[in-house]
Antibody, heavy 120, light 112 residues
Framework: EVQLIESGGGLVQSGGSLRLSCEASGFTFSDYWLSWVRQAPGKGLEWVANIRQDGGDKYYVDSLRGRFTISRDNSKNSLYLQMNSLRAEDTAVYYC?????????????WGQGTMVTVSS | QSALTQPASVSASPGQSITISCSGSSSDVGGHKYVSWYQQHPGRAPKLIIYDVSNRPSGVSNRFSGSKSGNTASLTISGLQPEDEADYYCGSYSSSTTSRVLFGGGTKLTVL
């Protein structure tokens, strides 16, 4: 069974840091581009960042570049998101997702999400 | 304001058909084939239902179809069923410098 399980969310004060993890199973993790997508409470989806299969290429939404860092460890089937200098507007559910092997930037497998709450 | 524009809500009765639009620009929706659609039920993760404008992943009902004209993509759901009630999001690759992927603001579908 394909699974993506996020962890690491929680309540943090403004200016603090969190590291999210996403552990995968049931598929060949190293074959896929991976993304983080977030969703603020009651709001729409926002793409955050993605990373190539070997970790060599990384892309970020401009507004988060410099504060967030995406990484992966294929030996552990894990994806990470280091979030620094957190702000209230970073409060959201954070999902990890695989990008389809058929076509770029279509997200075909998703985790259940982890909630990050930044208190001001 | 989201980069791609969707109607906030749409409603119809069971058995009817609806179409949700997703308007962008030549830098995203209009510029290539990498447009996708997602269904999200409350409290659940999104589910991919259309990729590359009009392709359905395995297991997705053929009641869902996608198309594109110029800078506007569309999702059509035919033969509406109660379980189709959900939020729907379009997504697109973008050649802009600010983000590789843009999503629409989402459309709440109510099956009356």
């Amino acid at each position: 069974e394909v699974q993506l399980i996020e962890s690491g969310g929680g309540l943090v004060q403004s200016g603090g840091s969190l590291r999210l993890s996403c552990e995968a199973s049931g598929f060949t993790f190293s074959d896929y581009w991976l993304s983080w997508v977030r969703q603020a409470p009651g709001k729409g989806l926002e793409w955050v960042a993605n990373i190539r299969q070997d970790g060599g290429d990384k892309y970020y939404v401009d507004s988060l570049r410099g504060r967030f860092t995406i990484s992966r460890d294929n030996s552990k089937n894990s994806l990470y998101l280091q979030m620094n200098s957190l702000r209230a507007e970073d409060t959201a559910v954070y999902y990890c997702a695989t990008e389809s092997a058929r076509t770029p930037l279509a997200f075909d497998m998703w985790g259940q999400g982890t909630m990050v709450t930044v208190s001001s | 304001q989201s980069a791609l524009t969707q109607p906030a809500s749409v409603s119809a009765s069971p058995g009817q058909s609806i179409t949700i639009s997703c308007s962008g620009s030549s830098s995203d929706v209009g510029g290539h084939k990498y447009v996708s659609w997602y269904q999200q039920h409350p409290g659940r993760a999104p589910k991919l239902i259309i990729y590359d404008v009009s392709n359905r992943p395995s297991g997705v009902s053929n009641r869902f179809s996608g198309s594109k004209s110029g800078n506007t993509a569309s999702l059509t759901i035919s033969g509406l069923q109660p379980e189709d009630e959900a939020d729907y999001y379009c997504g697109s690759y973008s050649s802009s410098t600010t983000s590789r992927v843009l999503f629409g603001g989402g459309t709440k579908l109510t099956v009356l």
